[in-house]
């Protein structure tokens, strides 16, 4: 295959990609934590998890003590690995959480709503909901 070719396969591949994003379709990749196999639906027992660790972060709890409480409770990733702090945070800071999608670690436009579920919706509207600036680690 030609550079060319190869280019314009690569060109067309991030046009789809970014067009299922700002349908809100979900992604490629393995399956985010919180989530179903169909990257849509909630999991049972991952989303509370979740639900509680937002508000043990508001309650001034750390990454690494969530972390910490996970792994003691036999807690795996989604990958089957411990969790570290900065696993935790990267979760809690993701727009997924309240059901926005991401594309190129960005949210695919301002006004795309996802197509998967929500765990957490900010309280003011459909809008990302981050976790508070300058969280514990």
Do not use: Y
């Not at 989604?78 to 670690?105: D, E, I, M, Y």
Request: with cysteine; hydrophobic share 30%; net charge positive.
């Amino acid at each position: 295959m030609s550079s060319n070719a190869s280019e314009k396969a690569s060109e067309r591949l991030k046009r789809k990609f970014l067009e299922k994003a700002q349908k809100g379709d979900v992604g490629q990749g393995s399956r985010p934590f919180g989530w179903g196999e169909d990257k849509k639906t909630l999991h049972p027992k991952e989303s509370r998890l979740l639900r509680k660790a937002v508000q043990d972060i508001m309650d001034g709890v750390s990454t690494r003590e969530i972390a910490r409480r996970w792994n003691a409770a036999g807690v795996a990733t989604t990958r089957g690995k411990a969790w570290r702090h900065t696993n935790v945070r990267q979760v809690l800071r993701s727009p997924r959480l309240t059901g926005w999608r991401v594309h190129q670690f960005e949210c695919a436009t301002c006004n795309v709503v996802g197509t998967n579920d929500a765990i957490n919706k900010h309280p003011e509207g459909n809008r990302p909901c981050w976790t508070r600036q300058g969280d514990r680690t």
